[in-house]
């Protein structure tokens, strides 16, 4: 038997203690579909709402006029519904854990303490002039007071926009000048495997770029001490503002479809995309896919190891686990540091029972070998998530033996930052798991495959994966461009939302994600457009043009791999990869490091001037017997010149 037909029962133990079981998802599901509207009002009551909502969904996917509301005449707001409803019945329960770089370094912020941390910067905020609508860039460490800006700016109705901490200046003055920000929460820096990154100094040079200058304000926290460059008037301490502040703030009014925040995704052509999610169907969507996918059962430790500058951290480090009055863990560091058990380590640390992580760090640790996770037991335990990018049954099955000590089902959870929450995934007590699929679809969420022609396909097939109808949490628009929303989500297949995944449906309706069918590449689950690394490079003197492609990668998923044409006067030469290498690092972040770099004396083009990515591919990945057709080819004669270099590179 091959890994891929593998199937791991749901255990009846299990089944008899989740909030799911087998039967209750048949006939939740068919209720969600059967009657959206009624099943959508039930679950909003999950949370706090000041006015409950009437009107229950308003969607339209019609390319002519994509709308999509939910909710949309109830109000309520988010920071509430994840704080002040716990403060009576857990106010003293542990919110946040906060595990540090420094295994030595740990400390537990309870709900009480965490809604008056939220207050006091909330009312910070105020003083600073943020208002309702404004926008609030953070540039943040894996520190509680990343969750309390996310909240504080929910308190008061400012909409935040986090860039990850790991991009460079100009991504973080790109997202600045998009998004109209007044105001950037940063750290002087932060700290991870031991090493310092100096977010503050990425924060000044970001605020040198020409129409940064909308941003008026500058809150440090200090993480570390470490040197920093002051500008007065310009730059606010945190805790010489927010520690003054009155821990009392009432929360502002809001509107379901107002915006609770904008987080910026790379797509397959242009600037990276501002998704704008809002506040009502979305925490009623972070909320529910929290407690039935993970099963949170009250009281558990349950750790997301994302950073929160990804989506994953949005919905299932801070809204989801604390609108659930969960106990969430936060993670500074890196899974590698002190040593390659540190994952282990924390788990017991902390009795963590559910922990949420992706494929490219359970590969990462595989290459180890099983002693690997020696110096932890992990008893505590008792469900494994994995998210971000397909996981190979190879590295399902070590996660779930090696780790999971074989008594945790694992839930491959499939979504994106434009879905908000969880779409495709089993709940534990409901789905039979097959290793590499993530199975079947949540509540409310239909999925089909198209073919290219947009024709639906029934039964087991392969193609295209869409969504026919909307689900709450979904993204509303792309930040100040609502028509490059319906382009690139509803324009590829009349009436449905595209995904930009291709996927298998097997026989028993499993989905199979096989990764992007467009120009994104997801390296080591992030993702990046090859348009974005490839601008970048133009950009550089020596650069005539640039291809870029993926490539498979052992412990990545994908890798970097770059073709460029030098421009003239430029010789090939390990100094000028490295300084290419360099470039690409400064410019968009380390997450973009090129694996390889092939000089390429001429690209794959058609006639009409079109590089043909399809060869590109298959030669990076070293399939060259199967090229297919190159007889459209202007010149076919640099494909074998590129095969030649390929070996020699
Ligand atoms: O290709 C899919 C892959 O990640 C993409 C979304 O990336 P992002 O918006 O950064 O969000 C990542 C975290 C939700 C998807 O289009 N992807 C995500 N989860 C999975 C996945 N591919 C396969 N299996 C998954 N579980």
Known sequence: MTEQQKVHPVSDDFAAKAWIDKEKYQALYQQSLDDPEGFWAEQAKRLDWIQAPTKIKHTSFDSHNVDIRWFEDGTLNASANCLDRHLATRGDQTAIIWEGDDPNESKHVSYRELHAQTCQL??????????????????????????????????????????FGGFSPDAVAQRVIGADSKLVITAD?????????????????????????????????????????????????????????????????????????????????????????????????????????????????????ADVGWVTGHSYIVYGPLANGATTLMFEGVPSYPSHGRMGEIVDKHNVAILYTAPTAIRALMAHGDNVMDSSKRDSLRVLGSVGEPINPEAWEWFYRVIGNSKCPIVDTWWQTETGGILISPLPGAMDLKPGSATLPFFGVMPALVDNEGNLLEGAAEGNLVILDSWPGQA????????????????????????????????????????????????????MGTAEIESSLVAHE???????????????????????????????????????????????????????IQWAPGLPKTRSGKIMRRILRKIAANECDGLGDTSTLADPSVVDELIENRASR
């Open 542 to 596: 020596s650069v005539a043009e640039a291809a870029v492609v993926g490539f498979p990668h052992d412990i990545k998923g994908q890798g970097i791999y770059i073709y460029v044409t030098l421009a003239d006067g430029y010789e090939p030469s390990d100094e000028l990869k490295k300084e290419l290498t360099q470039w690409v690092r400064k410019d968009i972040g380390p997450i973009a490091s090129p694996d390889v």
């Open 189 to 305: 820096e932060s700290v991870r495997g031991g090493k310092q990154v100096p977010l503050k100094d990425n924060v000044d040079a970001a605020l040198t770029r020409p129409g940064t200058e909308v941003c008026e304000k500058v809150l440090v926290v200090k993480r570390t001490g470490g040197e920093i460059e002051w500008k007065d008037g310009r730059d606010v301490w945190y805790h010489e503002l927010v520690d003054k502040q009155s821990s009392d703030c009432q929360p502002e009014e809001m509107n379901a479809e107002d915006p609770l925040f904008i987080l910026y995704t790379s797509g397959s052509t242009g600037a990276p995309k501002g998704l704008k999610h809002t506040t009502g169907g979305y925490l009623t969507y972070a909320s529910l896919t929290h407690q039935y996918v993970f099963d949170y059962q009250d009281g558990e430790v349950y750790w997301c190891t």
């Open 476 to 527: 509303r628009s792309i930040w100040g461009n609502h028509e490059r929303f319906i382009q690139t989500y509803f324009s590829t297949y009349q009436g449905m939302y595209f995904t930009g995944d291709g996927c298998r449906r097997d026989e028993d309706g499993y989905y199979w994600i096989t990764g992007r069918v467009d120009d994104v590449l997801n390296v080591s689950g992030h993702r």
């Open 122 to 163: 909330a009312n910070a905020l105020k003083e600073l002039g943020i208002g309702k609508g404004d926008v609030v860039t953070l540039y943040m460490p894996m520190i509680p007071e990343a969750a309390v800006a996310m909240l504080a700016c929910a308190r008061i109705g400012a909409v935040h926009s986090v860039v």
